[in-house]
T-cell receptor, first 113, second 114 residues
């Protein structure tokens, strides 16, 4: 069966460090992978998109990698700040699914001052 | 400012009642979507519409209905046939399929059955 796995345990890190979140998937062949940020009681906010033929994408302090062999995406936040504390969701888009995202459960990130 | 407006923010439903959740966007996006989010679970797709007067069932459409009479509006009705409607409901929209620019989400409606 198709699965998207994100670590259900919260990631606790110290301010200034790099946070790395993982998105693993099975039985998908995504053409695109997106990352979103969600704050409590709010809707997700789109952060980054990476295509299947791209290895890495950067935007300010954010970096996303996409390894279609390992079936994994890593999401990095460098120089993390307490304001980065939120839940981060990955979403896979496949041509078979009309490119409508299928979301993972998300990983909570807590950045301690 | 352009965006998606969901209303109400909180909604209480008695068992056996139908309720309608509003979703309006002024982004001129073609496609609109409804997702449901339960604690500890990913977003699950209820319905989506890629053009006016057309919509498709998602993964968990049973007990829900939608309409898309205007580009700006995509209301969701939670019917009495939905046995476990208590959840956080999110409306989203996208330019085309949303592959390049992602989805824009509303702030959600929290529905509780009392």
């Amino acid at each position: 069966s198709q699965k998207i796995e994100q670590n259900s345990e919260a990631l606790n890190i110290q301010e200034g460090k790099t946070a790395t979140l993982t998105c693993n998937y099975t039985n998908y062949s995504p053409a695109y992978l997106q990352w979103y940020r969600q704050d409590p009681g709010r809707g997700p906010v789109f952060l980054l998109l990476i295509r299947e033929n791209e290895k890495e994408k950067r935007k300010e302090r954010l970096k996303v990698t996409f390894d279609t062999t390992l079936k994994q995406s890593l999401f990095h936040i460098t120089a993390s700040q307490p304001a980065d504390s939120a839940t981060y969701l990955c979403a896979l888009l496949t041509s078979g699914g009309s490119y409508i995202p299928t979301f993972g459960r998300g990983t909570s990130l807590i950045v301690h001052p | 400012d352009g965006g998606i407006t969901q209303s109400p923010k909180y909604l209480f439903r008695k068992e056996g009642q139908n309720v309608t959740l509003s979703c309006e966007q002024n982004l001129n996006h073609d496609a609109m979507y409804w997702y449901r989010q339960d604690p500890g679970q990913g977003l699950r797709l209820i319905y989506y519409s890629q053009i006016v007067n057309d919509f498709q069932k998602g993964d968990i459409a049973e007990g829900y209905s939608v309409s898309r009479e205007k580009k700006e509006s995509f209301p969701l009705t939670v019917t009495s046939a939905q046995k476990n409607p208590t959840a956080f409901y999110l409306c989203a929209s996208s330019i085309g399929s949303g592959t390049d620019y992602g989805y824009t989400f509303g702030s959600g409606t929290r529905l509780t059955v009392v």
